[in-house]
């Protein structure tokens, strides 16, 4: 089952770039821009990966982003995850990055975008990986902050695909960025947003996402089966759930296996993706050898975790459908 994992052609949609920041890469890049570290080896930095809550993840995720300060750092960081991805037989992703937390340490966003881009170009040439960019608001900045973001990322509109919404949750209510989500429909966008996993209020921040806000999708969203009306409102929409289940498992008390199978036999279209690789030590490859291990998942619902993955990209239609067919080829 392992060799037929790696050989599925497979889709990511939940994976934050600057969290496939893999310790190598960083001592790199801090002697490339001459930035200690406050661990001598990449085994000390490994071992300080003990994550109980997302707030104790984001302070280590937001503290390793400081050597990112050039476009060649963001183009290699974006190459490093994508020849990863090529190597795991992803054929397509859709990539969150986070300007605001490079802007907001002076690095402008110009630098960030134009070496991201420039990774997915190469990547798609050279190693058939294609790729495109969501941008995210830091939920636990101001609204006020986000819409100056959205503004700038404009001149770059054709570049970005969708936006989205991660951060620290607590607090910090989708309802919070309604005028930000409302301009970026207006400007082309589509939009996700995160509803991460056993949150204050999580039944009422999906309420909000899905039915004030509007998402094309959902990042994480498990929570949402403790509300029988909004698992009926997704499924007539055919709204999509980005989940990750080891992350899950380093954030909250377990990866969410049962609830990720409950939402398949309910029909909703839930999809396996890697969320912050680099810092859980598993891309999207272990993911769905993770959760085939807890579920004993058949081949034809590990493919359809990628049927569904493909339907609900921000693709043309005959896109999906060549991915599709890779897909039934493979299984045949």
Known sequence: MKDFIAGLPKCELHLHIEGTLEPELKFELA??????????????????????????FLTIYYEGMRVLRTEPDFYDLAMAYLRRAAEQNVRYAEIFFDPQAHTSRGVPFDVVIRGLRRALLDAHAQLGVRAQLIMCFLRDFQAEYAMATLLESLPYKEWIVGVGLDSDEKGNPPAKFAAVYERARQEGYLLTMHCDVDQDDAIEHIRQAVEEIGVDRIDHGVNILEDQRLVEVVLARGTGLTCCPVSNGYVTDSMKAEGIRKLMDLGVRVTVNSDDPAYFAAYVQENIEALHDALQLSREELARLQRNAFEITWLPRHVKDAYLTEIDAYLS
């Open 31 to 56: 002697a490339r821009n001459g930035l200690e570290l406050p661990y001598a080896t990449v085994e000390e930095m490994r071992a300080a990966y003990t994550f109980d809550s997302l707030s104790s």
